[in-house]
Structure formats: C-alpha cells, structure tokens
C-alpha cells in the first residue's frame, strides 16, 4: 500500500510538472506574442489606443507618444483630447461618449497637434471588442489624412472659386458632355430662360432655342468633336422679356492627360445689342452717304445759282456765305435729333432767329407764328425746305417786312388728316406793313428763292406752292408730305 501511494505521488508531482512547464510555456509564448504585438503597434504609421469599456484610454502606442509629445499619465483617461485642435476638441468628445454609451462603431475626423504645435489631420476609428456579449475594451486607430484633407479642401476652394466666378460672369455658362448633352447650367440660364438645371440636362437646354436655329446647333455639335471647339450663333428665349435675343455660344473641350475629351465648358454671350448697333450703324453710313450725295447737290446748284445771280466778286460772297451759313444750320439740326426727325417749328425758328428775336411763344416784335410744335419731316425734305424758308427770310429782311420797323411776319401751319396714307403740312407765309407794295411800288423779287420755291420744291420734293405779291407783302403757301405719326425713325429712303 505504502509503494502504491508512492508511486501516486510520484506520478502526481510528474503531471504538476509538466502542467507547470506547460503554463511556462504558454506565458512565454504570450509574452513574445505581447512583444510582437507592441512591436508592430509601434511600427505601424497609425496613432494606436485601447479604452475601457467606459472608454477611459489605458494604452497607446509609442507613436502617439512620440506624435503628440504627451506622457502616458497625461494621456490616459479622456487627457488625450488635450491634443486634438480647441475646435474640435469639444465635438470629438461628444461623437466619443455618443459612441461608447449606445456601443456604435466611431469614427471622426479631427486635428492632433504635434511637438512643434502644428496640426495634422487624422481620421479616428474605433471597435468595441465584445467577451460574453458584453463590451469589454475598445481599440482605436488614428489614420493621417492631411495631405488628402488639405488637398479636398484646396480642390473644393478652388471649385467653389470657379463656380462663383462663372455664376459672376455675364455670359449663360453649362458643361456638357459629348453630341451637346449638357451635364450643368449656371444660374444665370435659369434667371434667363425660365429653364432649371434639370430641364436643361441632356438636350433640354434646345427648348429654349428659336425652332429655326436648332438644326445648326445640333450640326454644330455633330462636327465638335472633329474641330476641336464649338461655335454657332442662335436666339435663346428671355423668359423676363418674353422675347428671343440673338446669342453666340462657343464651347472647348476638357481633355485628360491621354487627350480623350472629358467635357465640354461652354457659354452663351448675348449679342443681341450688338447687332442692332451694328444694323443701325448700317443704316447711319448709308443715310449719311445718301445725305452727303444730297448735300453736294444741293450745294453745287446754290453755288451755281449764287454765281449767276451775282454782279461782283463781293456780290457772290456774301450770297453764298448766307446761304451756306443755312445750310450749316441745318446739318447742326440734323446732327443733334439722336436719330428723331426735325420738326417743322424747330427748322422754322432756327432760321428765324437768324434775323430777328423770337419768344417762346412764337411771338417777336414783328413775328407772330401761329401751328402745333413736333410735326417732323422727312430728312430728304428738310434741307431744300430750310433753303426755301432762308430765302423767304433773307428777301424779308433786304426787301419785305424785316426791312422797315413797321412790318409783320405772320407764318402759319397745319397737318390735314391722312389721304392716301400720307399726310400734308401746310405752311402759310404772309408778310404785311411792306411799305413800297402797299404805294403801288413793283414788286423786286424774281431772285433764286422764288425760283426755289416755284420750281425746286415741286420737283424735288412734290410740294404744291403758290408765290405772290399782295397789297401789303409777299404772300407764300407750301402744301408737302410728312411722316405719319407712328414714324419717328429715320429712313434711308426718305
């Protein structure tokens, strides 16, 4: 019995020893797996850390450490949000406790400073490490992301400042991809067009082209990738003016490194003004070469007429001085309307106020005129008529009622009702108080403006005139065409 309960013990104390041998082992090997764990902890590039299942911080990697210049006793607990940026620091707090009360993965971006009290940015993450169901310890790791963060942050500046500087500009701006399927619009085609983005994506922007110019835009498309670029002019409706404007839209294509074309940044200028200055421009050259050739006309058959009717040298000076200085008078009124007519009583009073002292109410101390302001005439009648009416002035101041002081100009005017689809102003000049007509005295004036009046005017113009001499003075009427009153611009043709 005693050799038997020997031997028990032998075995007993053989199987304790190998079961210690057996934890030595396993403790050994735990702690080179521990070591290898630390090792490659503090190898990987990542700020590492382990909290408790409150999420109390009990462990870092030396990298932390050697990142952020804390101590682990300054660390451990919630010291470790000493480090993260005071801007972030409170929201970073708040997504932690969030995270560890309801036992939800975290995950948070944040700024850590470092031993020269510079900030990186670092993306946080964090598991919970369940044992029994039960959360027992957290393990974070923290991923630099500066570069990455700094580089979106200067592409979205850059993309922001791009977008407010194609929002800023006064052209309609879109991007498309190819065949013209446009991928965004500005603000400013929706302002413009009544179209949102999203009407306007694919082929929707062609809705607010004129339906006569959307076959040269989609040709236009179908040849851009072959050119390079795109242009084609066409109308665009503004919504606001309900109306379509005149539009030139060019596009260039956006190309990767290896030259395929990525997208097209494209805009639309409004050149709607512009072509209407450039047909009024037209319109002015031809009226001012038309007016010239007149011009021309007119002054070499007054210099021809002046020279035949003068005696002397100093005769045809001063006719022809007279009588371009009317002529002058005229092309000052011509240059001044902004392109309206001019009217009927302002050509009278210029010529007029030549001579004599005019009031605003047509009245002078021996003028009295008498018919409704504004009646415009045409632009070809108005230099002959203006000679006509300096003629009648120029014989009244050397012969009829300007020549004594007790004479009187009475003119007269009126626009009949439209006949025939134009209508007729009436000019009525009588002069009274002459004294030699009224003593029987022959009549002197047989001169170039009765010539004008009785002949020039009715075949250059159509004008119907009487010329004559009554008792007391020279009697004129003028009947000629003027524009009706819906017709205030100038023609070419008139």
């Not at 050697?66 to 300054?74: C, F, P």
């Not at 393990?139 to 700094?150: K, L, S």
Request: proline content about 3%; charged content about 25%; aromatic content about 8%.
């Amino acid at each position: 019995a005693n050799s038997s309960l020997l031997q028990s013990n032998q075995d007993l104390d053989a199987r304790v020893e190998e079961r210690t041998r057996q934890v030595q082992d396993m403790n050994a090997t735990l702690l080179r797996a521990e070591a290898s764990l630390r090792a490659i902890a503090d190898l990987v590039p990542d700020l590492l850390w382990r909290a408790t299942a409150a999420g109390q911080v009990d462990w870092f990697n030396r990298r932390w450490f050697a990142h952020t210049g804390q101590t682990e006793a300054e660390a451990r607990g919630m010291g470790w949000l000493d480090a993260v940026h005071p801007l972030e620091r409170r929201a970073a707090r708040d997504a932690w406790m969030d995270a560890v009360q309801r036992g939800l993965p975290f995950q948070h971006e944040l700024r850590i400073g470092d031993t020269k009290g510079e900030y990186r940015w670092y993306l946080m993450r964090a598991e919970p490490l369940h044992d029994e169901r039960r959360i027992g310890a957290w393990f974070a790791a923290g991923t630099d992301i500066h570069e990455q963060r700094t580089a979106m942050d200067k592409l979205r500046q850059s993309e922001n400042r791009f977008r407010t500087l194609l929002e800023g500009m006064p052209q309609l701006v879109w991007r498309a991809v190819g065949g013209g399927q446009w991928t965004w619009s500005s603000p400013q085609w929706r302002q413009y067009t009544g179209q949102d983005e999203e009407q306007s994506r694919g082929a929707g922007w062609l809705g607010a082209f004129h339906p006569d110019d959307r076959d040269a835009a989609l040709a236009a498309w179908a040849s851009a990738e072959k050119n390079g670029t795109l242009e084609f002019a066409g109308r665009i409706f503004h919504a606001p003016e309900q109306r379509y404007r005149h539009y030139r839209t060019r596009a260039l294509p956006v190309r990767a490194d290896d030259g395929t074309v990525v997208e097209w940044l494209g805009t639309s200028t409004d050149v709607d003004d512009m072509l209407q200055l450039q047909q009024q421009q037209n319109v002015l050259v031809a009226e001012l070469q038309h007016r010239t050739r007149n011009l021309m006309a007119v002054v070499q058959s007054v210099t021809r007429r002046t020279l035949r009717d003068s005696q002397t040298l100093e005769d045809f000076r001063k006719g022809i001085d007279d009588r371009f200085q009317a002529l002058a008078r005229v092309q000052s009124l011509l240059s001044r309307r902004d392109g309206l007519r001019v009217a009927f009583d302002v050509l009278l009073e210029s010529e007029l106020s030549a001579h004599t002292s005019i009031g605003e109410d047509g009245r002078g101390l021996q003028v009295m005129l008498d018919g409704p302001k504004g009646i415009a005439l045409r632009s070809a009648t108005v230099q002959t008529l203006a000679l006509a009416l300096h003629e009648l002035a120029t014989n009244a101041v050397k012969y009829g009622a300007f020549a004594t002081g007790g004479g009187l100009l009475e003119v007269c005017w009126d626009v009949g009702a439209p006949q025939d689809g134009e209508r007729l102003l009436s000019i009525d000049w009588r002069e009274r108080g002459v004294p030699g007509l009224a003593t029987g005295a022959p009549p002197r004036r047989h001169g170039y403006g009765r010539e004008l009046i009785e002949h020039a005017l009715p075949y250059s113009l159509g004008a119907r005139t009487t010329y004559g001499f009554e008792e007391d003075g020279v009697h004129c009427t003028i009947e000629v065409s003027v524009p009706s009153d819906d017709d205030h611009m100038e023609n070419v043709d008139d």
